[in-house]
T-cell receptor
Framework: DVKVTQSSRYLVKRTGEKVFLECVQD?????MFWYRQDPGLGLRLIYF???????EKGDIPEGYSVSREKKERFSLILESASTNQTSMYLC??????????????FGEGSWLTVV | LAKTTQPISMDSYEGQEVNITCSHN???????ITWYQQFPSQGPRFIIQ???TKVTNEVASLFIPADRKSSTLSLPRVSLSDTAVYYC????????????FGTGTQLKVEL
């Protein structure tokens, strides 16, 4: 089975701190994603990457950056955390499928509280 | 990529069939439709995927009419454990996709 592992399940950080959310997938997937989920707003795409060192902005990239130095690892960085970034963050990955649509595999989520 | 629209919520009772419709007016000819299920405090998980007409697996069916402007997820004989949020996603064949989800449908199943 595909496994997407998010390093921290629950975090509490102070306003202004630099925060790293780490994600590792074990299926050699080319594509990796970071989403944010808030009540009533569904899943919102922050950034995605389709190859090592490649990144593309999603719908809400402001206040975030990402890093993909290795194929299996995709990090989300909050340069200076703010209270409005309190949320659940979901990492996901998918293969570069030529014959079918993308099936996305999600991690269990990281609950970040910024105080 | 096509933007998808779903009902915000639906209610049902155990044993009933539930149909959740997703509208995607500008879906491209090579776009796939995929449905995901999410329980509280968990990441979404894959349910079913289709390209056209009908697809069935052990948990659901997916109907995509000829005009492909909408699709319907059908859950036969739901149970309390089917209470979850359901998302549909339109994506192109191949990779490098900006995969954007909609707000999802909250399905509540009662006794």
């Amino acid at each position: 089975d595909v496994k997407v592992t998010q390093s921290s399940r629950y975090l509490v950080k102070r306003t202004g701190e630099k925060v790293f959310l780490e994600c590792v997938q074990d299926m050699d997937h080319e594509n990796m994603f970071w989403y944010r989920q808030d009540p009533g707003l569904g899943l919102r795409l922050i950034y995605f990457s389709y190859d090592v060192k490649m990144k593309e902005k999603g719908d809400i990239p402001e206040g975030y950056s990402v890093s993909r130095e290795k194929k299996e690892r995709f990090s989300l960085i909050l340069e200076s955390a703010s209270t409005n970034q309190t949320s659940m963050y979901l990492c996901a990955s998918s293969a570069q499928q030529g014959a079918g649509g993308n099936t996305i595999y999600f991690g269990e989520g990281s609950w970040l509280t910024v105080v | 990529l096509a933007k998808t629209t779903q009902p915000i919520s639906m209610d049902s009772y155990e044993g009933q069939e539930v149909n959740i419709t997703c509208s995607h007016n500008n879906i491209a000819t090579n776009d796939y439709i995929t449905w995901y299920q999410q329980f509280p405090s968990q990441g979404p998980r894959f349910i079913i995927q289709g390209y056209k007409t009908k697809v069935t697996n052990e948990v659901a069916s997916l109907f995509i009419p000829a005009d492909r402007k909408s699709s319907t997820l059908s859950l036969p004989r739901v149970s309390l454990s089917d209470t979850a949020v359901y998302y549909c996603l339109a994506s192109k064949r191949g990779g490098g996709n900006k995969l954007t989800f909609g707000t999802g449908t909250q399905l509540k199943v009662e006794l």
